[in-house]
């Protein structure tokens, strides 16, 4: 079943606004991780933060993890028409080998 | 360096068809291996997953199973296809489960 529950589903903003995903999950977790996803293609890993780390920056991205709220949330900031595609965020489990995925928020940067 | 092939790219099969899809990886040694299934507009779907050779966990009870045979090579096969295995077949691999690398997915479409 799924972990993450990203929200809002779709999000469309213009060009130089930031952007907020959000992500909730269900159990505990080793670490969460947030990947991009352009149409119709393969997910490229944004960033990981660990379950004892609140807050995470990597260039223009900002990922924040409440683990009492089992939360987190990416934030993409001065937005480009590039950054259009779909967000999902992924746990990682304690003993799991595996990645479980939400559904998603699919972003649209209007230039 | 680290690569992950995966094809073919797409893909158009009668239903009642068999399915063989390949992927392969480079440049790294046991790594675990994934396959996952993206429905249109959806979250992505954890099908199969593999720690070793010879070595496959089952997520979810379907018509598909999935094979190592080797330990950089992940096949995912069915005997008869279904008209709702279509969908965006994705496999990824990962070492320490800190990143997870994804091949460039097949689009299945059973007709």
């Known amino acids: 079943s799924q972990q993450g529950e990203e929200d809002p589903q779709a999000l469309s903003i213009q060009e130089g606004e930031n952007a907020t995903m959000n992500c909730s999950y269900k159990?505990?977790?080793?670490?969460l991780q947030w990947y991009r996803q352009n149409s119709g293609r393969g997910l490229v890993h944004l960033i990981l933060i660990r379950s004892n780390e609140r807050e995470k920056h990597s260039g223009r991205l900002r990922v924040t993890l409440d683990t009492s709220k089992k939360s987190s949330s990416l934030l993409i900031t001065a937005s480009r028409a590039a950054d259009t595609a779909s967000y999902f965020c992924?746990?990682?489990?304690?003993?799991?080998?595996?990645?479980?995925f939400g559904k998603g928020t699919k972003l649209t940067v209007n230039p | 360096s680290q690569t992950i092939h995966q094809w073919p790219a797409t893909l158009v099969q009668p239903v009642g068809s068999p399915l063989s899809l390949e992927c392969t990886v480079e440049?790294?040694?046991?790594?675990?291996l994934y396959w996952y299934r993206q429905a249109a507009g959806r979250g992505l779907q954890l099908l199969f997953y593999?720690?070793?050779?010879?070595?496959i966990s089952s997520e979810v009870p379907q018509n598909l199973s999935a094979s190592r045979p080797q330990d950089r090579q992940f096949i995912l096969s069915s005997k008869k296809l279904l008209l709702s295995d279509s969908g965006f077949y994705l496999c990824a691999w990962s070492v320490n489960r800190a990143h997870y690398t994804f091949g460039s997915g097949t689009r299945l479409t059973v007709v």
């Open positions: 992924a746990t990682d489990g304690g003993g799991s080998e595996k990645l479980v």
């Open positions: 440049g790294t040694s046991n790594p675990n």
């Open positions: 593999s720690v070793g050779i010879g070595q």
């Open positions: 159990t505990s977790i080793n670490n």
